[in-house]
C-alpha cells in the first residue's frame, strides 16, 4: 500500500513540470502530478496547461472561470505527490512544510488537521475507507489490523491521521463479548486505586515517621512523572523500532495506536485495572529493589508513584474532554497539539517538564485557533 510520507519539491522543480508529460500544480503547499487528469479535464486540456507548474488555489474558486466541485478536490487528493519546501517551518510538520486545505487552512501534512476541534469532527466511515484503504470504522477494529496486511509504514500514517465515531460513541474493537473490558469509564481509576494508596500510605506510616513518609510519598509522585515520560515516549511511541509484521502491528495498536487512531473515545483513555495490575506488580519489585534498606521507604514511594498515575490517568482524561481552568488550558493545547499536529514530540502529559529536559517540546508557530 502507497505511504504518505512523501518529498518536498523546490518552486522551480515544480514550475519544471510544465507540460503534457509532465504536469505539476500547487495548492499552497500541497503539490499534485495530474498528468493523467490533462485528457480528462471537462473543459479541455488546455485549460490545465496554462497552469501547468503553478498554483491553482485561486483559479479553483473563481465562480467566473468555474466553481469546482467537491469532486475535483477528491481527484487532487488522490494525486498528492509531495510539499513545497519551506524555510523557518514549524517544528512538528512533515518534511519541513505545512499545507492549506481547499479553503485556506493551514493543516498539518500528516495528520490532515489544522486545529484541536477536528479531533470531534465525525468521520465519513465509507469515504474515509475508500479514500485510504485502512480501516473501515463500522466493522471490529481489531482483526482488520491483523488481516490487514499493512506495511508498517502505511500502519503507522494512518494510524497517526485522527479519525472520529459518529455521536462520541466507542468505534467496535472485538466485535463480541470482550467488547466490554476494552471499555474503562474514568471514575473506575479513583475508585479502585485511591483506597489502595490510602491503605500503603497508612502501612507505611506505621514504621515511619509521617514527615518521612510525607518525603517518600511525594519523591514517588516526583519519579511518577519521569516513567510516564519514558513510557509515553519509549514504549508507546517506539515507531520507528516497531517490527514489521503484523504481531507487533497489532499489539502498537492495542497498547496506544488505536488511542492517536481515535483520540476522542473516552472509553479508551484511561488505563483498564487489569493491564495497571499486570505493570504494577515489576514497579512494585523496582520501588523495593531502590528502597531495600526499608520496605516502609519503599512502599511510601510506590504509593507516591500510583497516586502520580492516578492524576495522569485522570489528567489525561480530562485533558481530552473537559472544560478546565484557566491555568490548565494550555496544557489542554499542548497535549491535543500531540494528536493533531506532531506525535513525535510533546510526551509529558501531566506536565511539560521533562520535555524541556531532554529537548522533546512540541512548539509550533502554526495558527491553532
Same mark, same amino acid.
Given at each position: 500500500?502507497?505511504?504518505?510520507?512523501?518529498?518536498?519539491?523546490?518552486?522551480?522543480?515544480?514550475?519544471? &513540470?510544465?507540460?503534457?508529460?509532465?504536469?505539476?500544480?500547487?495548492?499552497?503547499?500541497?503539490?499534485?502530478?495530474?498528468?493523467?487528469?490533462?485528457?480528462? &479535464?471537462?473543459?479541455?486540456?488546455?485549460?490545465?496547461?496554462?497552469?501547468?507548474?503553478?498554483?491553482?488555489?485561486?483559479?479553483?474558486?473563481?465562480?467566473?472561470?468555474?466553481?469546482?466541485?467537491?469532486?475535483?478536490?477528491?481527484?487532487?487528493?488522490?494525486?498528492?505527490?509531495?510539499?513545497?519546501?519551506?524555510?523557518?517551518?514549524?517544528?512538528?510538520?512533515?518534511?519541513?512544510?505545512?499545507?492549506?486545505?481547499?479553503?485556506?487552512?493551514?493543516? &498539518?501534512?500528516?495528520?490532515?488537521?489544522?486545529?484541536?476541534?477536528?479531533?470531534?469532527?465525525?468521520?465519513?466511515?465509507?469515504?474515509?475507507?475508500?479514500?485510504?484503504?485502512?480501516?473501515?470504522?463500522?466493522?471490529?477494529?481489531?482483526?482488520?489490523?491483523?488481516?490487514?496486511?499493512?506495511?508498517?509504514?502505511?500502519?503507522?500514517?494512518?494510524?497517526?491521521?485522527?479519525?472520529?465515531?459518529?455521536?462520541?460513541?466507542?468505534?467496535?474493537?472485538?466485535?463480541?463479548?470482550?467488547?466490554?473490558?476494552?471499555?474503562?469509564?474514568?471514575?473506575?481509576?479513583?475508585?479502585?486505586?485511591?483506597?489502595?494508596?490510602?491503605?500503603?500510605?497508612?502501612?507505611?506510616?506505621?514504621?515511619?515517621?509521617?514527615?518521612?513518609?510525607?518525603?517518600?510519598?511525594?519523591?514517588?509522585?516526583?519519579?511518577?512523572?519521569?516513567?510516564?515520560?519514558?513510557?509515553?515516549?519509549?514504549?508507546?511511541?517506539?515507531?520507528?523500532?516497531?517490527?514489521?509484521?503484523?504481531?507487533?502491528?497489532?499489539?502498537?495498536?492495542?497498547?496506544?495506536?488505536?488511542? &492517536?487512531?481515535?483520540?476522542?473515545?473516552?472509553?479508551?483513555?484511561?488505563?483498564?485495572?487489569?493491564?495497571?495490575?499486570?505493570?504494577?506488580?515489576?514497579?512494585?519489585?523496582?520501588?523495593?529493589?531502590?528502597?531495600?534498606?526499608?520496605?516502609?521507604?519503599?512502599?511510601?514511594?510506590?504509593?507516591?508513584?500510583?497516586?502520580?498515575?492516578?492524576?495522569?490517568?485522570?489528567?489525561?482524561?480530562?485533558?481530552?474532554?473537559?472544560?478546565?481552568?484557566?491555568?490548565?488550558?494550555?496544557?489542554?493545547?499542548?497535549?491535543?497539539?500531540?494528536?493533531?499536529?506532531?506525535?513525535?514530540?510533546?510526551?509529558?502529559?501531566?506536565?511539560?517538564?521533562?520535555?524541556?529536559?531532554?529537548?522533546?517540546?512540541?512548539?509550533?508557530?502554526?495558527?491553532?485557533?
Amino acid at each position: 500500500m502507497p505511504s504518505r510520507t512523501l518529498p518536498t519539491f523546490s518552486r522551480a522543480q515544480v514550475e519544471s &513540470h510544465s507540460s503534457a508529460d509532465s504536469c505539476y500544480v500547487t495548492i499552497g503547499n500541497n503539490v499534485y502530478d495530474v498528468t493523467d487528469f490533462v485528457d480528462d &479535464h471537462p473543459g479541455g486540456g488546455s485549460l490545465v496547461l496554462e497552469y501547468a507548474g503553478k498554483d491553482i488555489g485561486d483559479i479553483l474558486k473563481d465562480p467566473t472561470s468555474h466553481a469546482h466541485s467537491e469532486a475535483a478536490y477528491e481527484v487532487l487528493d488522490d494525486s498528492l505527490v509531495g510539499f513545497l519546501a519551506e524555510k523557518g517551518a514549524a517544528n512538528g510538520t512533515a518534511n519541513g512544510s505545512t499545507t492549506t486545505d481547499k479553503n485556506g487552512a493551514y493543516v &498539518h501534512p500528516r495528520t490532515g488537521m489544522s486545529c484541536e476541534e477536528d479531533l470531534s469532527k465525525d468521520t465519513d466511515y465509507t469515504q474515509d475507507f475508500k479514500k485510504h484503504k485502512f480501516l473501515d470504522l463500522s466493522k471490529p477494529l481489531l482483526m482488520q489490523v491483523w488481516r490487514g496486511g499493512f506495511t508498517k509504514e502505511f500502519y503507522l500514517d494512518q494510524v497517526h491521521r485522527p479519525r472520529h465515531y459518529k455521536g462520541g460513541a466507542s468505534a467496535p474493537l472485538f466485535g463480541n463479548f470482550l467488547e466490554p473490558l476494552s471499555k474503562t469509564p474514568w471514575w473506575v481509576v479513583p475508585t479502585i486505586w485511591l483506597p489502595c494508596v490510602a491503605f500503603g500510605v497508612y502501612k507505611a506510616s506505621e514504621g515511619l515517621p509521617n514527615a518521612h513518609v510525607a518525603g517518600y510519598w511525594l519523591f514517588g509522585v516526583f519519579f511518577w512523572t519521569f516513567i510516564e515520560y519514558c513510557m509515553h515516549r519509549f514504549l508507546f511511541h517506539l515507531d520507528g523500532y516497531l517490527p514489521d509484521n503484523r504481531v507487533f502491528l497489532t499489539l502498537h495498536f492495542l497498547l496506544h495506536g488505536i488511542h &492517536h487512531y481515535l483520540p476522542m473515545d473516552k472509553y479508551r483513555l484511561v488505563m483498564p485495572p487489569t493491564l495497571f495490575v499486570v505493570l504494577a506488580a515489576p514497579f512494585w519489585s523496582l520501588a523495593h529493589t531502590l528502597f531495600a534498606y526499608s520496605w516502609y521507604a519503599a512502599t511510601a514511594v510506590y504509593c507516591g508513584g500510583v497516586f502520580g498515575y492516578i492524576c495522569y490517568d485522570l489528567t489525561h482524561y480530562f485533558l481530552h474532554h473537559e472544560n478546565l481552568p484557566l491555568w490548565y488550558k494550555q496544557l489542554k493545547k499542548y497535549h491535543l497539539q500531540h494528536h493533531f499536529l506532531d506525535y513525535e514530540l510533546g510526551f509529558g502529559v501531566t506536565s511539560k517538564f521533562w520535555d524541556t529536559i531532554f529537548g522533546t517540546e512540541l512548539t509550533t508557530s502554526i495558527k491553532t485557533k
